[in-house]
T-cell receptor, first 106, second 116 residues
Framework: GIQVEQSPPDLILQEGANSTLRCNFSDSVNNLQWFHQNPWGQLINLFYIPSGTKQNGRLSATTVATERYSLLYISSSQTTDSGVYFCAAGTYKYIFGTGTRLKVLA | DAGVTQSPTHLIKTRGQHVTLRCSPISGHKSVSWYQQVLGQGPQFIFQYYEKEERGRGNFPDRFSARQFPNYSSELNVNALLLGDSALYLC???????????????FGEGSRLTVL
């Protein structure tokens, strides 16, 4: 089955710094999403991006489907960006990576 | 517009009991998927239903079952609860549900189950 790997597993930043989160997937997929999980457990949709590039404010994402990876960029990080970021990829079912735990310090 | 709603939000059960979790999808969405998230891990796929038919099942024992109703809401049932079933159970809905493509998922806030 499809395997999804995320890196780095943990990341600590000073407020205002930029970061790049990476997601590698092992097979062709129809769907790829990035989520931010808040402290209460809800998965917040960031991007649905099976291919191409999208931007939403300080966040942007790029998926290169032919090379089986996706990147999530966070610019000018804020303390509210803290939490766990998940990449998930698949067809009828999504396989989630193990997440990147981000902590932004004031 | 209302998002995906789940109930109950929190519940505590004892080993051997049975639990039913409920999910209402976003209006217009015909596909519902269930995921289990154990503390410290990413969510794992349990079931997908589309137009009231099971379209996919993850690697979970037969103690786990689900169904989808004519209004597209769904229930997840777990029998003979074990301590290891303690987890956050997440429901997601999507507009499409073909076997090869479920489309973008929208998750509810989850039901946090504790088994004592």
């Amino acid at each position: 089955g499809i395997q999804v790997e995320q890196s780095p597993p943990d990341l600590i930043l000073q407020e205002g710094a930029n970061s790049t989160l990476r997601c590698n997937f092992s097979d062709s997929v129809n769907n790829l999403q990035w989520f931010h999980q808040n402290p209460w457990g809800q998965l917040i949709n960031l991007f649905y991006i099976p291919s191409g590039t999208k931007q939403n404010g300080r966040l942007s994402a790029t998926t290169v489907a032919t090379e089986r990876y996706s990147l999530l960029y966070i610019s000018s990080s804020q303390t509210t960006d803290s939490g766990v970021y998940f990449c998930a990829a698949g067809t009828y079912k999504y396989i989630f990576g193990t997440g990147t735990r981000l902590k932004v310090l004031a | 517009d209302a998002g995906v709603t789940q109930s109950p939000t929190h519940l505590i059960k004892t080993r051997g009991q049975h639990v039913t979790l409920r999910c209402s999808p976003i209006s217009g969405h015909k596909s519902v998927s269930w995921y289990q998230q154990v503390l410290g891990q990413g969510p794992q796929f349990i079931f997908q239903y589309y137009e009231k038919e099971e379209r996919g099942r993850g690697n979970f024992p037969d103690r786990f079952s689900a169904r989808q109703f004519p209004n597209y809401s769904s229930e997840l049932n777990v029998n003979a609860l074990l301590l290891g079933d303690s987890a956050l159970y997440l429901c997601a809905s999507s507009f499409v549900g073909e076997p090869w493509n479920t489309g973008e998922l929208f998750f509810g806030e989850g039901s946090r189950l504790t088994v004592l």
